[in-house]
Each structure stands twice: as C-alpha cells, then as structure tokens.
C-alpha cells in the first residue's frame, strides 16, 4: 500500500507540473479564522497580508468574543496589525456558549464572516491561522477554480517540528507531524481527495448551491461539509500542491497527540466519510495485530523475521512520498531534514492511526478549542460546554 502511495504521489506531482498556468483573477475574499495568539501567528498574518494577487481581494480576520465584554486574545493583536490596509477586516464573532449557539466556535466565525461579504465576492479562500503559506497561494488555489467541474481546491498542510530536542523528547511531535505529512500523499484529482488542513477555497456559489450555511447550521466541522457539498453538485475537489501551508509543531505531549489525532478520525467516522475510514482502518489495523504478534513468533517461526521488515519499508516509502511538495519546499534542507528526522516516527504514527479508527467507532466527542462536542452526524453536534484548561 505504502509503494503505491508513493508512487501515486509522484505521477500526480509530475502531471500537474506540466500543466501551464492560467490567468484567471476574480474578486476574492481571504476568510482567516483566529485563535489565541504567539510570536508565529504573527508572522503568519503578515503573509496573508501580503498576496501578491494580481485581482482585487478582500481579507477578514475573524476571532471570538468571550464572555459579555471580553474577546480572544488575538483580536488585539489583529486590530494592531491591519492598520493602514485598506482591503482587511477584522470581525469578532459571538461567541457560541455565551450565546447558546447549536454550532462549533470555528463554523460560527466563518458563518459570521460570510454574512459581511459583499455581493462581487466570486471565490472564498479559508486559511487557517496557524499556517504558514507563499506569497502567491491565493492565486495558485483561484486558478483550477475557472473549470466548471472544479468545486473546491485545496491545499493541505505540512508539519515541521520547529524546535529540535533529543529523539524521546521530539517523539511524539515528530509522530504527530508524521501522521498530518502522510494525508498529503492521498490526495490528488480522485473522488476520495478532501476538503482538510485549513488551506482551501471555493466558488461563492457553493455557499447556495451546496446549502453550506444549511450544512454549517449545527455542525461542529466546516471542512468535511465543504466536501460533501461540492459532492452533492457531482463536482471535484482539486489538490493543488503550491498551495500547501506549513505548520510549525514543538513540545507536544502524548496527550495532545491522541487528543488531536482521535478528533480527525472521529471527525471523520462519524461525518460519512465512511470509505476513507475504512481505507485507515485496513491498512492500520491489520498491520498493527501482526507487528504485535510478532514477538510471539519469533522463535516458532523463521518467517516471522521478515515482519520486522515491515517499519523498515515504512519508513523508506514515507521518505520518498513528498513528490508533490513544491520545489522550494520539496529542495529546502530544513523541510529534508524533517522528513528524514518524522520518518523514524511512522510506524508508530500507524499504531496510533490503528487506535484511532478503532477508537472512532465506539467515541463521538470530541474536545477542540477548549469546547466539548458531541458530533452526531455531518450536520449536527450537540455543544456540551468548555473544557477547562490543564
């Protein structure tokens, strides 16, 4: 599976390099959705800010009230950084437990968002705050958007761990960020290719034409719905690799990583994207059984050896599944020296994408920004209340 993979990846990468770029700059708007703040989402925003697109577009930075007079801790920060443009906004959503709203705090911004634009709006590009993203990505991902059968393009995104520690310290990052790198290498032009990783965008249209705002009424997640509404038209989702944004990731515990890493797959499971899970629990499940199995057999079988062979093919498919990186990205001694460092990690990522599939099957909460949901279908959640933070 893992050979296939990569060699999918490189096929789809050669193919679409050899196609020419078009011109094709409609009015757009950036809708970019905050939460909390540091020194990196700062310079994040500057890059947002600083498109070089060759149309008109609009941006909208979007936060969070909390409580009756107080808001999130990046609105502050936004409204410091936006002075002087003239195309930038930053709203400040209601917030959703405050105001006993049916939906999650990200979905509510966007919907909030969504409601301020103006009629012109031809494509909507949601980037995510803590993605790092090129100069040009508002034109790569508005370019496939001129074919009709192109409802949506997307990007994805890429984990690099930012601060280097000892292997044992740096494991669970580096197994974090090996689970994130390898959703890249399945997407593509195909039916299964998703709307994921907070670098995406749309026609306007799909707002109406897919019922998106219907969808986001009570839903707790905002990119499996895009997915299914561009589905609903029998339109594509096109991958578009110069898009793709990097996430900077240090100092993460084995906590959050089952915490993050059980969200997705339940987020998944149980928003009917049933054959995708199905594909995650085949080739994690099984795989995992027989790696534990065998310790057992060792010594009753001579074959068994050849089991261990198993993370070793792992690791080497994993290290050459990046063809579709941008050449920038794909060449920078940073991003290779990552990929080779999170290699070591993917056989245990596959042990946690095993629990994880498993997992979805009997859970259906989930804790994100600080908020427990109960997710019970692709258009409905129930918003059972904050989480403490530890």
């Not at 939460?35 to 890059?47: A, F, I, L, Q």
């Not at 990200?106 to 949601?126: G, R």
């Not at 198993?310 to 920038?328: G, K, N, Q």
Request: neutral net charge; proline residues 4%; contains cysteine.
């Amino acid at each position: 599976m893992e050979i296939l993979i990569a060699l999918r990846s490189f096929l789809y990468a050669r193919r679409k390099r050899k196609k020419a770029p078009h011109v094709f700059f409609p009015k757009a708007a950036i809708i970019a959705p905050h939460y909390g703040w540091d020194c990196r989402t700062e310079e994040n925003v500057k890059r947002v800010l600083e498109q070089d697109y060759a149309g008109e577009h609009l941006i909208y930075l979007v936060t969070n009230c909390v409580g009756e007079s107080d808001y999130d801790s990046s609105y502050e920060h936004l409204l410091e950084l936006v002075r002087g443009y003239t195309n930038v906004q930053v709203v400040l959503a209601p917030n959703i437990i405050d105001n006993n709203l049916p939906r999650s705090q990200k979905v509510q911004n966007l919907m909030s968002t969504i409601e301020l634009l103006p009629n012109d709006i031809e494509i909507i590009a949601f980037i995510d705050a803590d993605a790092e993203i090129r100069s040009d990505w508002l034109s790569q991902l508005v370019q496939p958007l001129q074919d009709p059968k192109v409802g949506a393009t997307v990007g994805g995104r890429f984990y690099i761990i930012s601060e280097v520690n000892n292997f044992l310290k740096d494991l669970a990052s580096m197994t974090e960020a090996a689970w994130v790198n390898f959703q890249l290498t399945v997407q593509g032009d195909h039916p299964l290719t998703m709307i994921w990783g907070g670098s995406n965008a749309i026609r306007r249209k799909l707002i109406e034409d897919g019922k998106v705002l219907e969808r986001w009424h009570n839903a707790a997640i905002e990119d499996h719905n895009l997915t299914l509404a561009v589905r609903s038209l029998s339109q594509k989702i096109h991958f578009v690799p110069e898009a793709i944004s990097i996430c900077h990731t240090k100092n993460r515990s084995w906590k959050q990583i089952l915490e993050f890493t059980n969200r997705q797959t339940i987020m998944t499971y149980w928003m009917r994207h049933k054959i995708q899970w199905a594909i995650l629990f085949v080739t994690a499940v099984p795989k995992t059984l027989i790696l534990m199995s065998a310790p057992f057999l060792v010594f009753s079988s001579r074959t068994a050896m050849l089991l261990f062979l198993i993370p070793l093919l792992e690791i080497h498919c994993y290290r050459h599944s990046f063809s579709a990186l941008p050449e920038e990205i794909k060449h920078n001694q940073q991003i290779q020296e990552n990929i080779k460092r999170t290699s070591f990690a993917i056989p245990i990522s596959g042990f946690i994408a095993a629990i994880n599939a498993v997992w979805a099957i009997f859970q259906n909460e989930i804790v994100w920004g600080n908020v427990r949901y109960k997710i019970l279908s692709d258009t409905e959640c129930q918003v059972l209340g904050r989480v403490a933070d530890e």
